[in-house]
Each structure stands twice: as structure tokens, then as C-alpha cells.
């Protein structure tokens, strides 16, 4: 019997284990958007994971948005852009939310508080995060990607780099620039499950002729 792969409506795709889920099935907010097999596993709770992405306020319009076939490990946070505070005045402390005589602050066109807004969360296609991970507003993390644990991601990360430390720094790239133009023009995440599944060994080795053929 041909196997079709993984079904990706599941929420614990692994019977025996029910730390790891296939994440999209258990997303609740509008605004956090993952794509198929992308799997989250948290040694206390998996559910915990809309907990991990702080400071996500519907009126802000910001969006996390993870792509396909991602593995996010344990107590990985996600800091939206609800957490920005302004930090060209003397102080950073955003007065002019508590009202009570302290909106004021706006009454100045020049001086209102207005907090920076860095734009969605994206994290590519194929990413490893590793445990204890923090990824900071409007980051950007390129497919094939590898977070180092305990990282603090601060700024982009390019497709298939390795990345570590706080703030995160490329530690090196997975392959060089022409194979990953070849990796990106494959985009094999894109394929269907069938094709992926009858292919899975050429994806999983490091044959990338091979996969070019396919």
C-alpha cells in the first residue's frame, strides 16, 4: 500500500507521545499563522504555545506568521510588537496608556508617544528553533534556518544560516550561496505530501542533483 505521509490534520501526530503537535491544529488567534507539519513539542504543555507569544495585541495588527514543515522546541518566545516602547525621550515609560492627567503627553504633536511598530514575525519554511529560543518583533528568519538554543534573535536571520548567542549572530551558513539559490529555486516544502513522501529519502539526504531531478 502507497504511503501518503503523515495525516496533517492531527494534533499529536506521534500516538505514544503528547508533548508534540502539529501546531496549526491547536492555533486559536486570527493573528499567528503556521503552515502543514510545522511541529511544536513543550516538555510541560503544548498548548503553552500562544502563551509564549507576548505582548500580540489584536489592535496592533501584527501578525506571527511560521511556515511549513518548522520544528519549534520548548519555551521558544515570540515578543510582538505590543512589548516597543519609545526610547528618544528622557523616559521610556509610556504615560499617556494610563490616562489620569498623563495623557498630556499627546497633546503635543511633537513629543506624543508613539511606539515603534516593526511589522510581523516571519519565520520561513524548514526552520529548526532550538529550545529556550527568544525572537524579537518583526524579525524575519530565512527558510532552512538553524536557531542555537537560548538564543536572542534581534535582527534577520538569511536563509540557512546558523545562528547563536544574544544578541544572535551567524555562526555560518549551511551551504554556499549557489546551493542555497538551487535549495530556494526546489522549495521542496511546496511540494504535495505524495511528492514529498515517494521523495523523502533524496529530501532527507544531501544529494541536491538528486533533488533537482525529482
Not at 90 to 102: H, L, Q, V
Not at 170 to 182: G, H, L, P, Q, V
Not at 199 to 207: E, L, R, T, Y
Request: proline letters at 5%; charged letters at 20%.
Amino acid at each position: 500500500m502507497t504511503q501518503k505521509g503523515p495525516d496533517m490534520a492531527v494534533v499529536y501526530p506521534l500516538a505514544t507521545y503528547n508533548k508534540l503537535v502539529f501546531l496549526k491544529n491547536i492555533i486559536t488567534r486570527p493573528n499567528i499563522v503556521v503552515g502543514d507539519y510545522t511541529y511544536y513539542d513543550d516538555h510541560e504543555d503544548p498548548y503553552n504555545f500562544e502563551k509564549n507569544v507576548l505582548y500580540h495585541f489584536d489592535f496592533l495588527g501584527d501578525k506571527l506568521v511560521i511556515g511549513k514543515f518548522c520544528a519549534i522546541a520548548s519555551g521558544v518566545k515570540f515578543i510582538m510588537n505590543g512589548a516597543n516602547h519609545e526610547v528618544k525621550p528622557i523616559s521610556t515609560y509610556p504615560f499617556a496608556i494610563f490616562g489620569n492627567g498623563w495623557e498630556v503627553v499627546n497633546e503635543d504633536v511633537e513629543h506624543q508617544q508613539k511606539y515603534p511598530f516593526k511589522g510581523d514575525t516571519i519565520i520561513g519554511n524548514d526552520v529548526w528553533i532550538g529550545y529556550g529560543v527568544t525572537i524579537m518583533p518583526g524579525v524575519k528568519i530565512g527558510n532552512g534556518a538553524i536557531i542555537a538554543t537560548g538564543s536572542v534573535v534581534t535582527k534577520n536571520v538569511p536563509d540557512y544560516a546558523i545562528v547563536g548567542g544574544n544578541p544572535a549572530q551567524i555562526i555560518r551558513m549551511r551551504f554556499d550561496e549557489a546551493t542555497i539559490k538551487r535549495l530556494l529555486n526546489i522549495a521542496w516544502w511546496n511540494w504535495d505530501v505524495a511528492k514529498i513522501t515517494e521523495h523523502v529519502k533524496v529530501i532527507n539526504s544531501g544529494d541536491i542533483e538528486a533533488l533537482e531531478r525529482v
